[in-house]
């Protein structure tokens, strides 16, 4: 079942977000945090869990950022977490399937994430030659554009995911 996270799902989630990053050489512990920074800054638009048996399996997370410093309909999904022992059981796949058909209910644009492509091009998204993220090499950093346009520019992510591990 895949639900809307819950205040009350916090201490859960940031258990299972930490458990699933820890030891990847991509991960400075800062994923859990960050789904607490975006939550208190308000800018969580879109969290979701998948929940199994009543226990939280799942975790992703959608919020709003901008291009060349102006607000667009569009987000990053981010971060995005299984339990270690849930993993390459589909349930990231159902979650982010999930969170995309909500942010485009939503009106959004479009979405971006920095991440693998040969995870994350299942769903559609694409390095695009348009929009880059500083900080973030080319190959990794994918976009979903749900309509025709692609605008250039620069992405920048909520100030929330630059909060301390
Ligand atoms: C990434 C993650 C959310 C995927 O969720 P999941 O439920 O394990 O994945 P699914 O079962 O939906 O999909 C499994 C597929 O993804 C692939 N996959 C998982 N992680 C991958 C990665 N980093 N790169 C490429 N492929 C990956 C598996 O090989 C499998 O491929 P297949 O369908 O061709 O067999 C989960 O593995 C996780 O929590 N990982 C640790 C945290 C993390 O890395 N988050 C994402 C950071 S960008």
Known sequence: ????????????????????????????????????ALRAAGVLTVALVAEEDGEIVGQVAFSPITINGTARDWYGLGPVAVRPDRQGQGIGQALIRAGLDRIRALGAEGCVLAG?????????????????SPG?????????????????GTVTFHAAFGVEP
């Open 1 to 36: 079942m895949i639900r809307d996270q819950q205040p009350d799902d916090d201490a859960v989630v940031r258990q299972l977000v930490e458990d699933a990053f820890r030891g990847r050489p991509y991960s400075d512990g800062s994923e859990a945090p960050i789904v607490e």
């Open 116 to 132: 693998a492509p040969g995870y994350y091009g299942r769903f559609g998204f694409a390095a695009d030659p348009r929009l880059q």
């Open 136 to 152: 973030i090499p080319a190959q990794y950093f994918l976009v979903l554009p749900f309509g025709a346009e692609v605008p250039d």
